[in-house]
């Protein structure tokens, strides 16, 4: 008897490692989505069509001062001038100017400074 009740539970033990090995095999399927072309969700109005000249003009704003912080300082002059042009007694306008010349003057004594140093390297 003791026979049988070991074979009994190696036959248990190895059908139940035999069930679970079975289900850590299977994969589960992949779903797919489904992709659609880009061209139906490109719209046809441009997003700028329903803006007034007021939108308009706080939208160039902004865009000055986002090119005044990526240091792109000559487009940020050229926006702000047309700006100024426009409404003459906006002070956001003269402020973001001001800025704009305070980075390039320190942009040009930084640069004339290192060009002295370099100078003065190659001169020793």
Same mark, same amino acid.
């Given at each position: 008897?003791?026979? &049988?009740?070991?074979?009994? !539970?190696?036959?248990?033990? *190895?059908? *139940?490692?035999?069930?679970?090995? !079975?289900?850590?095999?299977? !994969?589960?399927?992949?779903?797919?989505?489904?992709?659609?072309?880009?061209?139906? @969700?490109?719209?046809?109005?441009?997003? /700028?069509?329903? $803006?007034?000249?007021?939108?308009?003009?706080?939208?160039? $704003?902004? *865009? /000055?001062?986002?090119?005044?912080?990526?240091?792109?300082?000559? #487009? /940020?002059?050229?926006?702000?001038?047309?700006? =100024? @042009? &426009?409404? #003459?007694?906006?002070? #956001?306008?003269? =402020?973001?100017? /001001?800025?704009?010349?305070?980075?390039?003057? @320190?942009? &040009? %004594?930084? %640069?004339?400074?290192?060009? @002295?140093?370099?100078?003065?390297?190659?001169?020793?």
């Amino acid at each position: 008897m003791l026979r &049988i009740s070991k074979n009994t !539970s190696y036959l248990s033990f *190895l059908v *139940l490692f035999i069930v679970l090995l !079975s289900g850590c095999s299977q !994969s589960p399927k992949k779903t797919e989505i489904p992709i659609q072309p880009i061209e139906n @969700k490109i719209q046809s109005v441009p997003l /700028a069509s329903d $803006l007034s000249s007021k939108d308009e003009y706080e939208f160039a $704003l902004d *865009l /000055a001062g986002l090119e005044l912080n990526r240091q792109r300082y000559e #487009r /940020a002059e050229g926006l702000l001038q047309k700006l =100024r @042009k &426009i409404d #003459r007694e906006d002070t #956001r306008v003269y =402020r973001l100017l /001001a800025q704009v010349y305070e980075a390039q003057k @320190k942009r &040009i %004594w930084h %640069w004339s400074h290192g060009n @002295k140093s370099i100078n003065q390297l190659i001169r020793r």
